[in-house]
């Protein structure tokens, strides 16, 4: 896994050549077949994080029913086409 994060004082541009005011990039290497069970984690924990940042925390009670709703979502609207 590795993280990155960077803005606009350095000067630099992300990998699309844009100079965002604030940027993270999380990436999970080395998955294989078990890409499908991240999805949903992943997802979750960025909620949360986000509402974090936004000085609304979510109560830590309800992350494996959070969880739970994207995987049901994901597994609903999977017809073979989503992005991996």
Same mark, same amino acid.
């Given at each position: 896994?590795?993280? $990155?994060?960077?803005?606009t004082?350095?000067?630099?541009? /992300?990998?699309t050549?844009?100079?965002?005011?604030?940027?993270?990039?999380?990436?999970?290497?080395? &998955?294989g077949?078990?890409i499908?069970s *991240?999805?949903?984690?992943?997802?979750?924990? &960025?909620? *949360?994080?986000?509402?974090?940042?936004?000085? $609304?925390? &979510?109560?830590?009670g309800?992350?494996?029913?959070?969880?739970?709703t994207?995987?049901? &979502? $994901?597994?609903s609207a /999977?017809?073979?086409h989503?992005? $991996?």
């Amino acid at each position: 896994m590795s993280l $990155r994060i960077f803005d606009t004082v350095s000067g630099s541009a /992300d990998d699309t050549n844009q100079h965002p005011s604030t940027g993270l990039v999380l990436e999970h290497f080395g &998955l294989g077949t078990l890409i499908d069970s *991240y999805v949903a984690g992943w997802l979750t924990h &960025l909620t *949360y994080f986000e509402a974090s940042l936004e000085g $609304r925390p &979510l109560p830590a009670g309800q992350f494996w029913a959070l969880c739970a709703t994207f995987e049901h &979502l $994901r597994d609903s609207a /999977d017809d073979g086409h989503l992005p $991996r």
